[in-house]
């Protein structure tokens, strides 16, 4: 399955995605909790997918969806976001990520997702 690289300031919301993730034999190889972190470890981890919060201190997830496509314009985003944030998430999207799913996460919407954007990497 895929290597995943989880970002969120919430350890809560990262646990919750990683196992999540890791019950359909995922691998997440790395968490952030801000978007220079996560930019580090998508340098070292080289994940097959991101999942890419938002709102975080120190950088937040639209510089960093930025920088990493300035890394690899091929990089696989998935932005979480809570719900209402309509407008941050067109503008992710504009950013290079390729799909969102919406805080608190529904364990099937999320695979459903991730399994979508997967796909996408591998047409």
């Not at 990683?18 to 220079?36: D, F, K, M, P, R």
């Not at 639209?62 to 719900?83: G, L, T």
């Not at 950013?95 to 979508?116: C, Q």
Request: hydrophobic share 45%.
């Amino acid at each position: 399955m895929a290597k995943i690289l989880v970002v969120d300031d919430a350890k809560f919301m990262r646990v919750t995605l990683s196992t999540i993730l890791t019950s359909e034999q995922h691998e997440v190889v790395g968490e952030a909790e801000n978007g220079e972190e996560a930019i580090k470890l998508y340098q070292e981890l080289q994940p097959d997918l991101v999942t890419m919060d938002i709102t975080m201190p120190v950088m937040n997830g639209i510089d960093a969806i930025k920088e990493i496509c300035r890394i690899n314009k091929n990089a696989m985003i998935i932005v979480c976001s809570a719900m209402g944030q309509q407008k941050v998430v067109v503008e992710a999207i504009e950013s290079g990520a390729k799909d969102f799913i919406i805080k608190p996460f529904d364990e099937d919407r999320v695979l459903d997702t991730v399994n979508r954007v997967l796909n996408l990497k591998n047409e």
